[in-house]
């Protein structure tokens, strides 16, 4: 009964490849959400969808696409991945855009060698 | 622009002592302020919130009390447990119309010896 849930939880993978990293909530929740923690603990958001649609779209590369075939559902896909991209890869929803609370899923940990 | 300030850490204290975790923002309106906390390998949770001056929100014996004159809203606990070993992040949203982000600080990592 995972609420926001994340796959893979555990990413390791080799510069100059494409990744993806799937969300899911079970919360009937109309927005959602990816944010960036990088090795500091240091939390930003990157994207947020409301109702399949892209609402914020924060200084983030190119290489960098979310999509959401539905409203439950906000994957990041991320190409040629960089050194720098290793971070850990936070989802999270809410009920409406801007509504405060928001709940996070587990996180992605992904290593770029 | 909108930003949140905590106090670096890490901090460490014995099982029992009080805990105070400094925290300021800047907004241009009036933001809803929040405390998350992750533990160890997990995301993060929300501890508490208060979205008005003078506000206190609580939740497991911790609480903060929002407040607009010193832009502030520290986070408290009497009496800490081993188990509030974890990393406890500000936040702010401030809704523009209906959008609005959340808006971290950097986070405080607290360690509680036995």
């Known amino acids: 009964d995972t609420a926001v849930s994340q796959t893979p939880k555990y990413l390791v993978t080799q510069m100059g490849n494409d990744k993806s990293i799937k969300c899911e909530q079970n919360?009937?929740?109309?927005?959602m959400y990816w944010y960036k923690q990088d090795s500091k603990k240091f939390l930003k958001i990157m994207f947020s969808?409301?109702?399949?649609?892209?609402?914020i779209n924060e200084t983030v590369p190119n290489r960098f696409s979310p999509k959401s075939p539905d409203k439950a559902h906000l994957n990041l896909h991320i190409n040629s991945l960089e050194l720098g991209d290793s971070a850990v890869y936070f989802c999270?929803?809410?009920?409406?855009?801007?509504?405060?609370?928001?709940?996070f899923g587990p996180g992605t940990r992904l290593l770029v060698l | 622009g909108d930003s949140v300030t905590q106090m670096e850490g890490p901090v460490t204290l014995s099982e029992e002592a009080f805990l105070t975790i400094n925290c300021t923002y800047t907004?241009?309106?009036?933001?809803?302020l929040f405390w998350y906390v992750q533990y160890p390998g997990e995301g993060l949770q929300l501890l508490l919130k208060?979205?008005?001056?003078?506000d206190k929100g609580s939740n497991k014996g911790f609480e903060a009390t929002y407040r607009k004159e010193t832009t502030s809203f520290h986070l408290e606990k009497g009496s800490v447990q081993v188990s509030d070993s974890a990393v406890y992040f500000c936040?702010?949203?401030?809704?523009?119309?209906?959008?609005?982000?959340?808006?971290f600080g950097k986070g405080t990592k607290l360690s509680v010896k036995p």
């Open positions: 999270a929803s809410s009920p409406q855009t801007g509504t405060e609370t928001q709940y």
């Open positions: 919360l009937g929740h109309d927005t």
């Open positions: 969808y409301n109702n399949k649609e892209l609402i």
């Open positions: 907004a241009t309106g009036y933001p809803s």
């Open positions: 208060a979205t008005k001056a003078d």
């Open positions: 936040a702010l949203i401030l809704l523009r119309g209906s959008q609005g982000n959340l808006i």
